[in-house]
C-alpha cells in the first residue's frame, strides 16, 4: 500500500555554534513545503517532513541521516551547514541508496553522485569578492576563518587568486567553530601590527559576531581596511549592535534587498510566515527553492524512488528568487547568479555589484583565474 504522503528528512540545527543561520533554512525549508502542500501536495500527495535538530555536531547529523533512511523511511534529505556536517551525512547516504540535498556555499572539490549541490561553488563568489576588493582597496591581505574544512579550502582558494593577481597573504589565521571572544585578541594584535587593505572572513556561528565586535572595538575603518566575507549574513547581522557591521562585504548568490519581482513575493511570504524581522539569507533562498525543484522532479518522476529523481534533476532549470537557476547534470552542482554587498547602517546588505549571466559551477578548479568564471562577471556594476 502506498504511503498518503511523500516524505522527507529535514536536517538542520535549532541549537549550537550555527543554529542562527540553520533556522534561517528550517524557514526556507518549511515555507517552501507548506506552498506545495496548500496547492494540493504533490501527484495529491502532500509533502510529510521528518525533523530533527543535530545541534550543530557533525556526529549527530550522521547519526540522525541514518535513523531518518532506516527507521523513518525517508529517502531523501535536505540539510547541513557546515561542511564538516555534509561530509558526516554523506556515507550514510550512500550506503542507504538515498539522495541528499545541500543548500549551503561551500569549498567545492567534492561530487557524490547522491547529492545536489545548490549552494555556491567558490567560482561564484570568492573570485568575484577578491576581485572586488583588490580593485577598490588593495592587495595586501589577511585570512581568518572558522577551524574546520570549509574555511581551510576556501583561503586556499583566495591565496592562489590573490598570489597570481600580484597581491599578497600577509597571514592567515584560525579561531574554533565554538569561538569566544577572547579567541579573537591575537587576531587583532596581528591587524594593528600588519595593516592589511583587506580582511578576507570565513568564520561562521557566532564567532562572526566577536569578530565583528573585536574590530569595531579596536577602533579599525572599514573605509580602509574592510572585512570581506564568505559567510556573514543577514542572520549574522541582525544580532550585531547599530552600525557594528556597517562599510563590510559579503559575497553570495542572494540578499534579502534583492529587488526582482521574484525576490520581493520570496521575502514578503517567509515574513509573512516567520514575522518581519525574521532574517532572510542566501542559504534560506537555497533551502526554499531546491524543495520546490524536488517537487518539480517528483511531479515529473512520479516516484520519490532516488535514482528516478536523480536523473529527473540533471539539467533542470528552475525560476529561483534570485534568478533562474540550472542543475549542471555532470556536477550535480547549480548554476548561480554571483553578486557583492554591502552592509549599511541599518543592517542592510546594499547590493554594488552582481553578475550580468549566470556562472556555471566550477567545483575542482586548481588555479584560478578569470577564464574560470565568466567574462561577463568581470563588468562590476556600481548599483
Known sequence: MNNPDWRIGILFSETGATAAIEQTMINGSMLAIEEINSAGGVLGRPLKAVAYDPQSQAK???????????????KIIFGAYMSSCRKAVLPEIEAHRGLFFYPTFYEGFEFSPRCFYTGAAPNQG????????????????VLI????????????????????????????????????????????????????????SSVVGIGVNYLYKAYAEAGFDPKTMP??????????????????????FTSTVF?????????????AAYKARFGA???????????????????????????????????????????????????????????????????????????????????????YFVAPTFDDWSKLALQHRKM
Not at 256 to 266: D, G, K, M, V
Request: glycine residues 4%.
Open 255 to 267: 540578499f534579502e534587498t534583492l529587488q526582482t519581482p521574484a525576490a520581493r513575493r520570496f521575502v
Open 277 to 363: 524581522s525574521a532574517p532572510v539569507t542566501a542559504c534560506a533562498e537555497a533551502a526554499y527553492f531546491e524543495i520546490l525543484m524536488y517537487a518539480k522532479a517528483l511531479e515529473i518522476a512520479g516516484t520519490d524512488n532516488p535514482d528516478a529523481i536523480i536523473e529527473t534533476l540533471k539539467g533542470m532549470e528552475f525560476e529561483a528568487p534570485q534568478g533562474r537557476i540550472r542543475i549542471d547534470p555532470t556536477t550535480h552542482h547549480t548554476e548561480l547568479w554571483p553578486r557583492l554587498g554591502k552592509i549599511n547602517m541599518d543592517h542592510q546588505f546594499e547590493i554594488v555589484w552582481e553578475s550580468d549571466a549566470r556562472v556555471k559551477p566550477d567545483p
Open 227 to 248: 572585512i570581506a566575507a564568505a559567510a556573514t549574513s543577514e542572520a549574522d547581522v541582525v544580532s550585531m549592535a547599530p552600525g557594528t557591521a556597517a562599510g563590510h
Open 145 to 200: 576563518g572558522s577551524n574546520y574544512v570549509y574555511p581551510y579550502e576556501y583561503n586556499r582558494v583566495v591565496t592562489d587568486f590573490v598570489v597570481q593577481s600580484k597581491g599578497k597573504i600577509l597571514d592567515e589565521l584560525y579561531v574554533p567553530v565554538e569561538a569566544k571572544p577572547e579567541d579573537f585578541t591575537r587576531f587583532i594584535q596581528r591587524l594593528q601590527k600588519l595593516k592589511p587593505d583587506v580582511i578576507v
Open 126 to 141: 570568492a573570485l568575484q569578492l577578491a576581485s572586488y576588493m583588490m580593485e577598490n582597496f588593495g592587495s595586501n591581505f
Open 60 to 74: 549527530k547529523y550522521r547519526e540522525f541521516a541514518a535513523r531518518m533512511l532506516v527507521e523513518d523511511q525517508v
